[in-house]
């Protein structure tokens, strides 16, 4: 399979806990995206990557979210101190840059729960 | 932040028929304008997508309409089938900009 891949799939974690979830991009595209979607609502930009480096991130993204992609390949997103708000599904999505405009790849995304 | 306004929030039509989803924009600089499905514990798969040089793109059954004058776009589904049922999101970008702006979703169902 060599579309966007995340892992895990699915978490539960206790309020204040730290989460981190990886991203592997469909290869050789060089832009990765994360988003954030709820229940009932379209995905949120969260933040984007080209190559390794991080060019633009939402007022979305508080302080106790942090997103790397140290190689330009794989990117990972943690969340410290987790709160109940943070209970979402956060998809990750990657993207060629040039001719093929914003066609964006999305994962099947990683669902969080915080309790 | 909610620049794409989509409508409606949910759907049923029955199998055979057309599926009409709706959506607005604000940001006039906005010249992409693609539409995803997305099914049940899966992430959202481009279906078609439209620049504004054009008023209408066709795919198979599915066709997008583009008003640039009255800041609308549609999706229309004919021949709708029940393996159509699914999420529906419109979106809308700077054309190679990074922040794309979803709408909140249409759920279709396709009654057999």
């Known amino acids: 399979d060599t579309g966007v891949s995340q892992d895990p799939r699915h978490k539960i974690t206790k309020r204040g806990q730290n989460v981190t979830f990886r991203c592997d991009p469909i290869?050789?595209?060089?832009?990765l995206y994360w988003y954030r979607q709820t229940l009932g609502q379209g995905p949120e930009f969260l933040t984007y990557?080209?190559?390794?480096?991080?060019?633009?991130k939402s007022r979305l993204l508080s302080n106790r979210f942090s997103a790397e992609r140290p190689k330009g390949s794989f990117s990972t997103l943690e969340i410290q101190r987790t709160e109940q708000g943070d209970s979402a599904m956060y998809l990750c999505?990657?993207?060629?840059?040039?001719?093929?405009?914003?066609?964006?790849?999305f994962g099947e995304g990683s669902w969080l729960t915080v309790v | 932040q909610q620049q794409v306004k989509q409508s409606p929030q949910s759907l049923i039509v029955q199998k055979g028929g057309i599926s009409i989803i709706n959506c607005a924009y604000e940001?006039?600089?906005?010249?992409?304008f693609p539409w995803y499905q997305q099914f049940p514990g899966k992430g959202p798969a481009l279906l078609i997508a439209?620049?504004?040089?054009?008023s209408e793109k066709k795919e198979g059954r599915f066709t997008i309409s583009f008003n640039k004058s009255a800041k609308q776009f549609s999706l229309h589904i004919m021949d709708s089938q029940p393996g159509d049922s699914a999420t529906y999101f419109c979106?809308?970008?700077?054309?190679?900009?990074?922040?794309?702006?979803f709408g909140a979703g249409t759920r279709l169902t396709v009654k057999p």
């Open positions: 999505a990657s993207s060629p840059f040039g001719t093929k405009g914003n066609t964006i790849y």
């Open positions: 439209i620049r504004p040089d054009v």
């Open positions: 990557f080209q190559n390794e480096a991080q060019l633009e």
């Open positions: 979106a809308a970008s700077i054309y190679n900009n990074n922040d794309m702006r």
């Open positions: 290869s050789e595209h060089n832009r």
């Open positions: 940001n006039t600089a906005f010249d992409y």
